[in-house]
């Protein structure tokens, strides 16, 4: 279902702390509905410990594969905060202070608190373009394809705001939901993968959950395409129904 | 801080719901925890749609890099699942059904409602061992390191302590949390990164959050080894309760 219009993106999520359990990332999520909403398909994530060579590696084969990269975590002032210069060694480019990242910490940091652990939150590759944010006015960057933000979600979510004019966005894809009370999805899924091999622009997901012991199944339908859509989703609509009468009469 | 008798792992989540936001994943913060208690490393996650090619790739990426991998997800009975014969595929061998698997399917289906849709998910791949679960008994399975287990959290964490018996486990990584409360980042920065560098075989992360405008960072140290996890912790703590008395005067 790929075409030379279609805008993808992977997600880098960088940190320890979500490697060892001890913070549940939310940024994943949150990154995916947004994507979603503006016609950018995420395609791929990775979690990556705060290691340099191990950044690098991930920045340099996601974007080479993907319209965008998005990371997340490691933009802070201390010791185990990487992501900017790793950053710069996979674009293979310096990194030193910029000027309006010092002005921006400034507004929130007094002179004679500027010191050089906070500096650092304003080292920025050469060639990246500033990505501000409103909650605490220490920037995140954009070089080439790759979106550097922080790790602390609300401040990501500023980030988030602030670049997405600056991005390619592409056709939304539309997304439609039937609802498969009570019907195992072994009764299903050889109707759902005829309809699947009947619509190829269309993607049918079958997502089961069990709740006090009733199938509570979810087929879930999408399409850039809406009039596939539709014509999928009856045909959905109208399996699940024939089912359900079926089951009744047995 | 590598030695040879670490025990590493990596998760792969394979499903579109997950990159198109729609489900929101519970398992790698779950899988995190638990390998963290019995002494296995979590170094990397992926996540993957449901393209054979995709799962093809990492499952043989990652594979090659750790102790163990685990996936989660597609092992269910519709069109869209498609791990099993994609981890055959990953490692070269046939996948045909298993007696056993089938004789699972045969305590919670009766025999006219296994149908060709579900008889998929006996489909196990040659010199694979079954991962039972009590939750819905449709097994996972374990092929060399790589342990594939269901998407529904419930069914996971079944499988997930079926298989730990037969794991290689390492020494526990300990951890211990130092409250900063009211310090920022910025200004135990300098101090941290000098700990770090004193013990070499500790970790030692640094995490904001903000609540209602005040810092309430934690500073987390991890070691393998007590004697260094003990002696980093006070040195931390020292450091702290000093920048907090410093800053009281003030």
Redo the contacts between chains.
Sequence with gaps: MSDKTEITASVL?IG??????????KN??YI?????QIGID?????????VEQ?IVDAVNALRARYTYVFTTGGI?????DITADSVAKAFGVGISEHPRAIELLLTR?KPE?L????R?MARIPHGAELVENRV?TAPGFMIGNVVVMAG?P?IMQAMLDNVTPRLKTGVK?L?ETVQADSVP??????G??AI?EKYPDC????????TTGKFMNQI?V?SKNADSLAAALADVRAMIDELIAERAKA
């Design positions: 999520v320890d702390e979500i490697l060892s359990g001890r913070t549940k990332d994943i999520g995916a509905d947004y994507l979603m995420l395609r791929e994530v990775r979690i990556v410990p705060d191990e802070g002032p201390t010791h185990d940091i608190d010191n050089e652990a906070r650092r605490s602390v609300s894809m997304m999805e072994g009764a299903y899924a050889a759902l993968g699947a993607s049918i997901g079958s997502y089961p959950s069990f879930v999408r």
